[in-house]
């Protein structure tokens, strides 16, 4: 069977300089790498960040034997400096970017009761603000060209409100009023450039350990019933970027099947 992203590689034979490019951000783990690996299966070009240079570095390297080119920075979303700093090197190793795909993120389990300002803060500046900033920097390399593709991970905590996720929720809520806004802002520009939104429910990632500070707690949640898989919302992604141009899918939403709510 084709790759689900066939268009992508379609546009981009021999010559790996006319390469589509993509960007990435979060791609040491969980859905951000299983996006990436999947773009380079398709024959995108590759930038990518996160924090964790040793995971970055393999992910980079196992990403080369695809034959496509690698570009990635240790980038903390949290601040903007570095972000476009990640945004100069692109432009400087291909002045092009056809995809950027808005996936780092994470929850505090934190409530609005007793939670920690530094957590909401966290989930504020990487969730919503560096998304903000590299949708804005990404559109001024769109733009001249009038194409191009955003991709918003967001979740299914944006669509309705679970118990105890604190601030976690709100991003999430940010980031779907963020899609349709900028949806708009680019209609009313008369822009070619595409906006999607996709929103998973459970994923099996390193997302839960990380939310529950705990290894037990993160087993329990992935145990339950089964879970999606990163690569499910890859294949989410890809059938978003591989639709014709004048076909823009706004928001993909992902449960497992057995998730109730
Ligand atoms: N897993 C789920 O059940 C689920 C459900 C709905 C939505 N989501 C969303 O999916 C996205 C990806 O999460 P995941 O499930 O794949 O979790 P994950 O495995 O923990 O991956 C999160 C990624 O974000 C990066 N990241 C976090 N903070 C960062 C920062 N300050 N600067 C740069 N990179 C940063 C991490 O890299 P470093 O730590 O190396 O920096 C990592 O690559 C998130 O937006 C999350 O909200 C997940």
């Not at 379609?10 to 300089?17: C, G, K, Q």
């Not at 999947?38 to 990518?48: D, E, K, V, W």
């Amino acid at each position: 069977m084709a790759s689900p992203i066939a268009r992508a590689s379609e546009l981009t034979p021999a010559d790996p300089t006319k390469r589509p490019v993509a960007m990435v951000t979060g791609a040491s783990s969980g859905i951000g790498l299983a996006i990436a690996q999947q773009l380079a299966t398709s024959g995108y070009n590759l930038a990518i960040c996160a924090r964790r240079e040793n995971r970055l570095a393999e992910v980079a390297n196992t990403l080369r034997r695809q034959n496509i080119d690698v570009l990635s920075q240790v980038v903390d979303l949290r601040d903007e400096s570095q972000i476009l700093s990640f945004f100069t090197a692109v432009k400087r190793q291909w002045n092009q970017l056809d995809v950027l795909i808005n996936n780092a993120g994470l929850g505090h389990k934190e409530s609005l009761m007793s939670g920690e300002t530094e957590a909401w803060r966290e989930m504020l500046e990487v969730n919503v603000l560096a998304l903000c900033i590299c949708t804005r920097e990404a559109i001024s390399l769109m733009q001249p060209v009038n194409k191009g593709h955003i991709v918003h991970v967001s979740s299914m905590s944006g669509h309705r409100v679970p118990a105890i996720t604190g601030v976690y929720s709100a991003t999430k809520f940010a980031v779907r009023s963020l899609t349709e806004t900028l949806r708009r802002e680019l209609r009313a520009s008369n822009s070619a450039i595409r906006i999607t939104s996709v929103s998973p429910g459970i994923v099996e990632t390193e997302f839960a350990q990380k939310y529950h500070q705990s290894a037990d707690q993160a087993a329990q949640t992935y145990s339950q019933f089964p879970v999606l898989q990163a690569v499910d919302i890859a294949n989410a992604v890809s059938y978003a970027l591989s639709q014709p141009a004048h076909v823009e899918v706004n928001d993909i939403l992902v449960r497992p099947t057995h998730q109730e709510s």
